[in-house]
């Protein structure tokens, strides 16, 4: 299954900043996955991110609050803008991956907004 | 690392007892099933699928069973051990699109 790297693996940003992630698989891959992770729950989908065209957003998720590049088929960021304390949670990069072993995940980006 | 699964249903076995962790999942269309494995600081890991044309597949000690009929997704953990305390998700997908997570599952396992 695909290899996915992904940073910052932490950080403690100020309200009212943005902060970029970053996802980089080391295969190329048409499909990837943004998901957000509150403190004690579970995973909501943000976006899928298709290289070449426009990402799709879910419900309750806009392009200005979450912009997300997607400029090669191995590579992805999400950017986190105008930080409330709200959006302090985990953010994960997923992407598809072969019929034997679902989706992969990477090991998040630890965001915490003070 | 934080604990992932503060908010969560807690299910507490002995060491060496088998676990069922039990799912219900949403969408009728969803015909492909994940059980994911996250422990604190890490990722969500790939355990076990199904698909929609099975009703019982089979791993190494873990055992996943479909019910369409009441849309329900059960993980079966033989032996359980210490190092399988950690959270459990479910997934669900139509047609390999988008997944979607169910709420999640403590397992605390006692030595």
């Known amino acids: 299954s695909a290899v996915i790297s992904q940073k910052p693996s932490r950080d403690i940003c100020q309200r009212g900043t943005s902060l970029t992630i970053q996802c980089q698989v080391d295969s190329q891959v048409t499909m990837m996955f943004w998901y957000r992770q509150q403190p004690g729950q579970s995973l909501t989908l943000i976006a899928t991110?298709?290289?070449?065209?426009?990402?799709?957003?879910e419900s309750g998720f806009v392009i200005d609050k979450f912009p997300i590049s997607r400029p090669n088929l191995t590579f992805s960021t999400l950017t986190v803008s105008n930080m409330s304390p709200e959006d302090s949670s985990i953010y994960l990069c997923s992407v598809e991956g072969d019929r034997a072993y679902g989706y992969t995940f990477g090991s998040g980006t630890r965001l915490t907004v003070v | 690392g934080e604990n992932v699964g503060l908010h969560l249903p807690t299910l507490s076995v002995q060491e060496g007892d088998n676990s069922i962790i039990n799912c219900a999942y949403s969408n009728s269309a969803s015909d492909y099933f994940i059980w994911y494995k996250q422990e604190s600081g890490k990722g969500p890991q790939f355990i076990i699928d199904i698909r929609s044309n099975m009703d019982k597949r089979q791993g190494q000690r873990v055992t996943v069973l479909l019910n369409k009929t009441v849309k329900h997704l059960s993980l079966q953990i033989a032996a359980t051990q210490p190092g399988d305390s950690a959270v459990y998700f479910c997934a669900e997908t139509p047609g390999y699109s988008t997944l979607t997570f169910g709420k999640g599952t403590m397992l605390l396992v006692s030595p």
């Open positions: 991110a298709n290289q070449g065209s426009e990402a799709t957003y």
